[in-house]
């Protein structure tokens, strides 16, 4: 394996994104390795089954990468401290758009990554059905070695006795 010197965490702005990010900044640290943390903007065309897209779909699109683009940013910013504190010199906050899974392998194929770290959960309930799992299909098709953190099960705590 080579040495990790670039980890790709895909994030969601969903209230598991601070476990994955923890979990990411905490590993990029031990390897002083840069931290690429991305949001994959879902593609409309996905839903179209669903609905009919409306006329001004370009514009909401932009809009809708945009305002994650702006979220990303103050993210970045808000952990820039923590990131600092665990070694980490640099941290790059993406907003990508198409297909997540095929999006998350793509990035972290163009970027050389070593490794990606992302959250087990993500959609749920109807959602899921339809577009499955992202995680599954990361570790089945990605580049490299995938982590995942299952940011609903406490951390392990080693018994002192």
Same mark, same amino acid.
């Given at each position: 394996?080579? $040495?990790?010197?670039?980890?790709?965490?895909?994030? $969601?702005?969903? $209230?598991?994104?601070?476990?994955?990010?923890?979990?990411?900044?905490? /590993?990029?640290?031990?390897?002083?390795?840069?931290?690429?943390? /991305?949001?994959?903007?879902?593609?409309?065309?996905?839903?179209?089954?669903?609905?009919?897209?409306?006329?001004?779909?370009?514009?909401?699109?932009? $809009?809708?990468?945009?305002?994650?683009?702006?979220?990303?940013?103050?993210? %970045?910013?808000?952990?820039?401290?923590?990131?600092?504190?665990?070694?980490?010199?640099?941290?790059?906050?993406?907003?990508?758009?198409?297909?997540?899974?095929?999006?998350?392998?793509?990035?972290?194929?163009?970027?050389?990554?070593?490794?990606?770290?992302?959250?087990?959960?993500?959609?749920?309930?109807?959602?899921?059905?339809?577009?499955?799992?992202?995680?599954?299909?990361? %570790?089945?098709?990605?580049?490299?070695?995938?982590?995942?953190?299952?940011?609903?099960?406490?951390?392990?705590?080693?018994?002192?006795?």
């Amino acid at each position: 394996m080579k $040495d990790i010197k670039r980890i790709v965490a895909p994030i $969601d702005f969903s $209230d598991n994104t601070e476990t994955v990010v923890s979990a990411a900044a905490c /590993i990029a640290g031990k390897f002083s390795a840069y931290l690429d943390l /991305i949001f994959v903007v879902q593609k409309f065309e996905d839903y179209t089954s669903f609905f009919t897209p409306p006329a001004n779909l370009p514009a909401m699109r932009d $809009d809708l990468l945009n305002a994650a683009k702006e979220r990303m940013n103050a993210f %970045v910013e808000a952990h820039k401290e923590e990131f600092k504190a665990l070694g980490i010199s640099t941290v790059n906050g993406q907003v990508i758009s198409g297909d997540i899974a095929e999006a998350i392998v793509n990035y972290a194929e163009w970027a050389n990554a070593q490794l990606i770290i992302m959250g087990t959960h993500g959609y749920k309930g109807f959602n899921r059905i339809v577009f499955g799992s992202v995680a599954e299909k990361v %570790v089945k098709t990605a580049c490299c070695p995938v982590m995942t953190v299952n940011p609903y099960r406490e951390e392990c705590e080693k018994n002192s006795e």
